[in-house]
């Protein structure tokens, strides 16, 4: 993989962002975007296990997608306090994924307002992921295509970007949002995965309070660091190509993918997995 370095800027105007960075959609990381925000003094681990301790939350952890599991579907659960405990006393492999903070803690909203980018953003939408030491959340791209403004919190965290011109080389699993679940990003086996050579994506590290802007479609791995968490927000995908493929996926892949694995069961995404390779394989000439 050749994987260049995310530009990190202190700050920038609204102007200087959509030139640089959305126009081209190219990625940005900005360190002090949001230093007015409450949430910059006061969002630590510690403040989430007071402020939501009670709640239950859905944890997902590294195994494979199985058939006889739905889209999302979340591993096991835990009270919020016993895991926040968990994620300051050992590293573990459960994360939180897609957690709607407005409807699950509303309080936490007067903690953050909606930064202006020049995008619409779309409100009510505000996601938190949390992550221990050394877990990561595997490659994917969002259903939606969005761009999407990444708020990280307490830790450190790298992530790994690529665009979507690059889906020959990732091993991409066909019908869904993901790639080959057994590649390491970190350290790539190029002897089993020969086309990660040739794929050409971002990397960079987030730290308390900095906001990372990931363009439309963009394929994203994250691994924590350190224990921490982040917020996404989202503006809807401007590109009409990518808005298509929003609304297919939408409506018809993933209905298309859980009806298969319905009717084919563990077979179907066993086939999934190999066609990543052999199609990947056969489009670059890689026997
Ligand atoms: O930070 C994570 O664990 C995943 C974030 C993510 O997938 C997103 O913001 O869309
Ligand atoms: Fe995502």
């Known amino acids: 993989m050749q994987l ?4 990190k800027v202190e700050t920038l105007t609204k102007q200087e962002f959509l030139k640089n960075y959305f126009k081209p959609q190219k990625p940005v990381i900005i360190e002090h975007f949001v230093d007015d925000w409450p949430a910059i003094e006061k969002w630590n681990l510690d403040y989430m296990a007071e402020v939501g301790g009670d709640r239950i939350v859905p944890l997902y952890d590294d195994r ?3 058939h006889d599991e739905g889209f999302n579907q979340a591993h096991a659960e835990m009270k919020m306090r016993d895991y926040i405990d968990l994620l300051k006393k050992e590293p573990t492999r459960y994360r939180i994924f897609l957690w709607n903070i407005l409807k699950e803690i509303p309080e936490l909203q007067k903690d953050f307002s909606y930064p202006d980018f020049g995008l619409k953003l779309m409100k009510g939408l505000p996601m938190l992921f949390f992550g221990g030491e050394d877990s ?5 791209y969002d259903i939606d295509l969005a761009n999407i403004f990444h708020f990280h919190f307490h830790g450190k965290k790298e992530v790994i970007l690529f665009d979507q ?3 020959d080389y990732l091993y991409k699993i066909p019908h869904s949002l993901i790639v080959r679940e057994d590649i390491d990003f970190d350290n790539p086996d190029y002897e089993k995965w020969p086309a990660l050579k040739q794929a050409k994506g971002y990397i960079g590290q987030l730290e308390h ?3 990372l802007y990931m363009p439309e479609g963009y394929w994203h791995y994250m691994h924590y660091l350190t224990p921490g968490f982040s917020m996404s927000l989202r503006a809807i995908a401007r590109n009409p190509k990518n808005l298509g493929k929003a609304v297919y996926n939408v409506f018809v892949m993933r209905h298309f993918d859980n009806l298969m694995r319905r009717w084919k069961g563990q077979a179907w995404i066993d086939a999934k997995n190999e066609k990543a ?3 990947t394989h056969e ?3 890689i026997d």
């Open 64 to 66: 494979p997608v199985r």
């Open 165 to 167: 011109s690059q889906n």
């Open 277 to 279: 390779i052999i199609k």
């Open 283 to 285: 489009k670059l000439g």
């Open 4 to 7: 260049e370095k995310i530009d």
């Open 136 to 140: 990561y959340t595997f490659m994917h």
């Open 209 to 211: 309070g900095n906001v």
